[in-house]
């Protein structure tokens, strides 16, 4: 199990007040990344799973998601996808800096 976290907006729209909001919201989760089958355990998907949900207001000050809000996200059938693809991305920065960091380390 890996643990990443997620700075983003989520766009709301609140039904019978055609109002819409833009929430900046900050993401902490694991991934449980797929596994192959053994011949002792079957083989598992990815998997994530949203530990905190940070809102985070237009003064920068930081608060825990209400209850509503937590709803919304779990009925969200692409945010899961996001958070995968952003914790790739954040394995291949870190996989690029290290690399880098041993190129220059043997230079010296």
Avoid at 13 to 32: A, H, M
């Amino acid at each position: 199990m890996s643990q990443y976290r997620f700075k983003t907006s989520l766009h709301l729209t609140f039904s019978g007040l055609d109002k819409e909001s833009i929430v900046p919201v900050e993401f902490d989760y694991t991934v449980n990344w797929a596994r192959d089958a053994t011949f002792e355990e079957p083989a598992e998907g990815t998997t994530v799973g949203i530990r905190k949900i940070t809102v985070i207001d237009s003064k920068g000050e930081r608060y825990p998601a209400p209850d509503w809000l937590w709803a919304v996200v779990e009925n969200d059938g692409e945010l899961g996808d996001e958070l995968v693809a952003e914790a790739r991305n954040d394995n291949e920065r870190a996989a690029d800096e290290h690399a880098d960091a041993m190129r220059s380390e043997v230079r010296l």
